[in-house]
C-alpha cells in the first residue's frame, strides 16, 4: 500500500495495527514535513510581497528631477539667447505641472496635514509670493525697456544719433534695481528640512517646491542678464559706469552689442554712414520682438505660479 494510502486508511478509522509501526510513523513525518514546508512557502510568499515595494521615486517625481536639470543648464549658460530663456519658460511650466500632481497625490495630500510638514509648506508658499512681486516688477521693467528701444528707433529715425547715448544708459539703469532684488531673494534663508524624513514623499514635495522656486528666481536673473549684461564697455573712461553694472556672466546679444557701440559713436558724430544705421534699425526691431516674447513669457510665468500654489492652499484648507 502507498503512503498516502496507508495514511487515508488511518485517519478514515482503519485499524492501525494493520499498518506496520514504521511505515505509519514515516508517513506521519512525511505528512506534517509537506505542511511544514507549505506554512514556509506561504510565509515566503506573503515577505517577499511586503517588501516588493522599494522606495522607488515616482514617476513624476523623475520628470520633476529632469526638468530642474534642463533649467539649470539653461540658467547657467554662459550664452542664453531669448529663444532660449523662452523655452525655459516652457520648461517651467512642464514642471510646475508636475508639482501640482504630487501635491495632490493622497498619500501626499494626508502628510501635508500634520503639523510640521504644514508650517514648511505654508513657509514656502509665502516665499513663492516673492517671485509671484519678482515677476511683477520684471514685466515693469520689461515695459520700460521696450519703452527705451522704441525712443532709441524714434530717435534713429529723426538722425538724432547723439541723443541715442543717454538713452542706452537710462535702459542700463532701468534694469539695476531688479537685478538687486532677485539676488536678495536669492540669497535669503529657509528653514531646514530635519523634520521630515529624507526621502520620504513628503519630503520630495517639499524639496521640489523650493527647488522649483529657486530655478524660477533663477531664471527671471537670466531675464535680466539678457537685458543689460552682454554690453560690453567701449573703450572709453566715458563708459566705465556699464561694466560696474553687470555681473561677470556675459548673455549673448550681439544686436544690442552693435547698438551700444553705435550709440556711443554717434555721440561723437563718427561712423553715421546710412548702412550702418539701417542695420541698427534691424537690430533694434530685433531686440524689441525679443523683449515682447520675453514679456509673454513672464507674463505666462505670472499665472501658471498663481495656479501652482492653488493646489497646496487647497490641501491645507481642507
Known amino acids: 500500500m502507498k503512503l498516502c494510502q496507508k495514511f487515508q486508511a488511518l485517519i478514515s478509522g482503519v485499524s492501525c495495527e494493520s499498518i506496520p509501526s514504521q511505515h505509519l510513523h514515516f508517513t506521519l513525518f512525511s505528512y506534517l514535513t509537506r505542511k511544514r514546508i507549505q506554512a514556509l512557502r506561504m ?8 517588501v516588493s515595494l522599494p522606495t522607488r ?45 504630487l501635491v495632490c497625490l493622497p498619500s501626499n495630500r494626508n502628510g501635508l496635514l500634520h503639523t510640521q510638514q504644514k508650517k514648511l509648506v505654508e513657509e ?26 522704441q525712443d532709441l528707433l524714434s530717435a534713429l529715425r529723426r538722425g538724432r544719433y547723439a541723443a541715442m547715448a543717454s538713452k542706452v ?31 520620504s514623499d513628503l519630503f520630495i ?6 527647488e522649483s522656486r529657486e530655478i524660477t528666481a533663477s531664471l ?10 552682454q554690453i560690453v564697455r567701449p573703450k572709453s573712461s566715458n563708459w566705465s559706469f556699464v561694466s560696474k553694472a553687470f555681473n ?43 523683449i515682447e516674447g520675453l514679456e509673454n513669457g513672464v507674463d505666462f510665468l505670472f499665472r501658471r505660479l498663481i495656479q501652482t500654489r492653488v493646489a497646496p492652499l487647497n490641501v491645507l484648507s481642507s
Open 43 to 50: 510565509q515566503m510568499a506573503c515577505h517577499l510581497r511586503s
Open 57 to 101: 521615486p515616482h514617476s513624476l517625481v523623475l520628470k520633476v528631477d529632469k526638468e530642474l536639470q534642463k533649467l539649470r543648464d539653461c540658467v547657467a549658460s554662459p550664452s542664453s539667447t531669448a529663444e532660449m530663456i523662452c523655452n525655459a519658460f516652457e520648461g517651467i511650466r512642464n514642471l510646475n505641472e508636475c508639482i501640482e500632481e
Open 124 to 149: 514656502e508658499l509665502e516665499r513663492s509670493v516673492e517671485v509671484l512681486d519678482l515677476c511683477g516688477k520684471m514685466r515693469d521693467t520689461l515695459a520700460t525697456r521696450k519703452v527705451h528701444i
Open 169 to 199: 544708459q537710462s535702459c542700463i539703469r532701468s534694469v539695476k534695481t531688479g537685478d538687486k532684488d532677485i539676488k536678495k531673494m536669492m540669497t535669503s534663508k529657509h528653514g531646514p528640512l530635519s523634520s521630515i524624513k529624507e526621502n
Open 205 to 210: 514635495v517639499v524639496r521640489l517646491l523650493r
Open 220 to 229: 527671471l536673473q537670466s531675464v535680466l542678464s539678457f537685458l543689460c549684461n
Open 248 to 290: 561677470k556672466k556675459k548673455v549673448a546679444c550681439e544686436e544690442w552689442q552693435e547698438v551700444a557701440n553705435f550709440a556711443f559713436a554717434s555721440y561723437s558724430c563718427k561712423d553715421m554712414d546710412n548702412e550702418r544705421v539701417s542695420r541698427i534699425r534691424k537690430q533694434l526691431q530685433t531686440l524689441e520682438a525679443n
